[in-house]
């Protein structure tokens, strides 16, 4: 499955990476450039703004 995750602090970044644990392809976006380093490193795909999450993802 793969799936858009708006917003990459605590919670919505450790809920993205039980999802790739999981085998879920994840798309994420956070307006802070410090959280979206740090879930890239979690194997969390970015996007650099919401529709870049849109793009992203099959329709």
Do not use: K, W
Request: a positive charge.
């Amino acid at each position: 499955m793969e799936l858009g995750m708006v917003g990459l602090g605590r919670m919505g970044a450790n809920m993205a990476q039980r999802l790739v644990r999981g085998g879920h392809r994840v798309v994420g976006f956070d307006p802070s450039e410090a959280a979206r380093s740090a879930a890239a490193g979690r194997g969390i795909a970015i996007a650099t703004d919401l529709a870049g999450v849109v793009a992203a993802l099959p329709a």
